[in-house]
């Protein structure tokens, strides 16, 4: 069946760091791809997402690029801030649509 | 308003009770779901139901019962309570469409078995 993998956390970096979390996926068909982020006892919120192959997904800073021929949608963020510390996660869409698939999160603690 | 909303917060309670957490969402979504996230963030899907039906039942024990009577609210029920139930559980949910992957989550519901 369809999976993710992310890099192992938890990372820590210093404010204003590049950042790169990196997730691969197994899927059968064309999945759309998402990144979500769990701030500190709050829910998961969508974080930006990509639909088809060279797609780029961005928002507040963050971008993830689809890449089919090495299966991957690696996070990026080019200055991190400590507001940016929160776990991560990647997923991926059935083509069927019927349900998501989560990576198992990355923990990540940007320091001032 | 809270566009998805889970009560209680925080349940706290001994093994074998029977325990049950509410969800509503005001979004007007047809689709809301139950995740599971165990002490490790590990977050899996147990339940899914698509305008009061129920379309993805995960690997999960007969212990938990979902009940949706109507669109909007998704409740789940734990007969039986373990220690093992202890984590935090999540309810979402979804606009029509495929593809959308777009999942509107509630703040979580921590429950601890003890």
């Known amino acids: 069946g369809d999976s993710v993998t992310q890099m192992e956390g938890p990372v820590t970096l210093s404010e204003e760091a590049f950042l790169t979390i990196n997730c691969t996926y197994t899927?059968?068909?064309?999945?759309?791809l998402f990144w979500y982020v769990q701030y500190p006892g709050e829910g998961l919120q969508l974080l930006l997402k990509?639909?088809?192959?060279?797609d780029k997904g961005s928002n507040k800073g963050f971008e993830a690029t689809y890449r089919k021929e090495t299966t991957s949608f690696h996070l990026e963020k080019g200055s991190v801030q400590v507001s940016d510390s929160a776990v991560y996660f990647c997923a991926l869409e059935e083509t069927s649509g019927s349900r998501l698939t989560f990576g198992e999160g990355t923990q990540l603690t940007v320091n001032p | 308003d809270t566009a998805v909303s889970q009560t209680p917060k925080y349940l706290v309670t001994q093994m074998g009770n029977d325990k049950s957490i509410k969800c509503e969402q005001n979004l007007g979504h047809d689709t809301m779901y139950w995740y599971k996230q165990d002490s490790k963030k590990f977050l899996k899907i147990m339940f899914s139901y698509n305008n009061k039906e129920l379309i993805i039942n995960e690997t999960v024990p007969n212990r938990f019962s979902p009940k949706s009577p109507d669109k909007a609210h998704l409740n789940l029920h734990i007969n039986s309570l373990e220690l093992g139930d202890s984590a935090v559980y999540f309810c979402?949910?979804?606009?029509?469409?495929?593809?959308?992957?777009?999942?509107?989550f509630g703040e979580g519901s921590r429950l601890t078995v003890l």
């Open positions: 990509a639909t088809k192959a060279d």
């Open positions: 899927a059968t068909g064309y999945p759309s």
């Open positions: 979402a949910s979804s606009p029509p469409g495929l593809n959308t992957g777009e999942l509107f």
